[in-house]
Each structure stands twice: as C-alpha cells, then as structure tokens.
C-alpha cells in the first residue's frame, strides 16, 4: 500500500518559535489533511486540502497541497505550549481509505 | 451535537479469545471506518461500513470482521487474537462513503493482548 513518510519524526522546539514539517507520499492523493492526537486521545482534523498547490490556513496554522501532489506541509507560527502532541499527515486518492503518515511528535519547551 | 464515542476504553484480553469493540457515530453521519494504531506508528484503515453494508476494506485478515446497525453504529470484532492485534483501536464517523472532508474520531479503545 501507500507509504507516506514524515519528517521530522520529532521536534523539540522553544515556545514562540515557528514550526515547519512535512510529508511525502510514493503515489499521487487528491486530497491532504492534517490531524494533531494528543496522549490518549484519537486524531483532530486541522486542515484539509483538496487541490495541488491550495494553500490554507486555521489560525497559527498553515498547510499546502503540493504541486506533485505527492507530498505535503504544515506550518505553526508562534508555538504554544498546547501545541505539544503527534501531527499525522493522511492523504486520499479515490477510494474509501486515508493513508496515514508516521507522525510527527512536537515537544514545546517553555 | 454528540461525538463519536467508544466502549471499552482499555481492554486485556488473552492470546486465542475474542473480542468486539463498539462505535457510536457522530450524530448525522452514516459511514463508520475502523482504524488500528500501533505504538508509535499512524493510523492503518481496517475497514470502512456504509448503510450497514462493508465499503472498503485495507489489508486485515479476515479474523476482523464487522457489523453496522440501522442506527449507525458498529462493532469491530477480532477472533483467535495474537499479540500483534495489542494496539489503539479508533473508530471514525462521516457523511457519506466517500468523504473527502475528513473523518471525526473516537477516543479509541486500547487493546492489550497477552
């Protein structure tokens, strides 16, 4: 199936600094999305993209559909310390499935 | 509007037993996926039901099965279990079998086989 790597794997990071990361896929998706999951807790939608180079935004959060549509990234400006937890970038080509990535886990050091 | 909401949230159960988790839908959505998380690792699909009907299924042994009610909501169920099925089981809800809008989640239920 769909690989989809993410990278960095984890981040440890001053609160107020801005935070880039990013995921690649080995087949084309239609559609991106981005989700935070705290401990214990399943995963939050955050952002969702549906069109090769969309750029979006939802508050201090900025995501882009890449234009290979391949790949993805997220951007969080200003980090806070509830921004700590796992980000996971899923993506969708014409099925019923979202390909998860492996995660990437922020750690924000006040 | 309530979430989607999931029982037991932990659960320990012995290598060989059998086990079925429960789902209840977001209020309005009629398309239950079921997801397994590993430690460390991301979501991997099981299977998705739509109108109670399965619509779509990843790469699970046929030991996981499903049911879903005319209400929505649904039940994984997993026979002969073994000590790689120990993971966060998370079931999602939408509007619709192909949503490209995103699913919401469940808190999970937590799986220990030993």
């Known amino acids: 199936g769909q690989q989809l790597n993410q990278s960095p794997q984890s981040m440890f990071i001053q609160e107020g600094e801005d935070v880039s990361m990013n995921c690649t896929s080995s087949?084309?998706?239609?559609?991106w999305l981005w989700y935070k999951q705290d401990p214990g807790e399943g995963p939050v939608l955050l952002i969702a993209?549906?069109?090769?180079?969309e750029l979006t935004s939802n508050g201090r959060l900025t995501a882009q559909f890449g234009i290979t549509r391949k790949d993805s990234f997220l951007n969080i400006s200003a980090s806070i310390p509830s921004d700590v937890g796992i980000y996971f970038c899923?993506?969708?080509?014409?099925?019923?499935?979202?390909?998860f990535g492996t995660g990437t886990s922020l750690t924000v050091i006040p | 509007e309530t979430g989607v909401t999931q029982s037991p949230t932990h659960l320990i159960k012995t290598r060989g037993q059998q086990v079925t988790l429960r789902c209840s839908s977001q209020?309005?959505?009629?398309?239950v996926s079921w997801y397994q998380q590993a430690l460390g690792q991301g979501p991997q699909f099981i299977f998705q039901?739509?109108?109670?009907?399965?619509?779509g299924r990843g790469n699970f042994p046929p030991r996981f099965s499903g049911l879903q009610f005319p209400n929505y909501s649904s039940e994984l169920n997993v026979n002969a279990l073994e000590l790689d099925d120990s993971a966060l089981y998370l079931c999602?809800?939408?509007?619709?079998?192909?949503?490209?809008?995103?699913?919401?989640f469940g808190s999970g239920t937590r799986l220990t086989v030993v």
């Open positions: 999602a809800s939408s509007l619709g079998s192909g949503n490209n809008y995103g699913y919401t």
């Open positions: 087949s084309i998706f239609n559609t």
């Open positions: 993209l549906y069109k090769a180079g």
């Open positions: 899923a993506g969708k080509n014409t099925g019923n499935q979202f390909y």
């Open positions: 209020s309005g959505h009629n398309t």
């Open positions: 039901y739509y109108r109670e009907e399965e619509n």
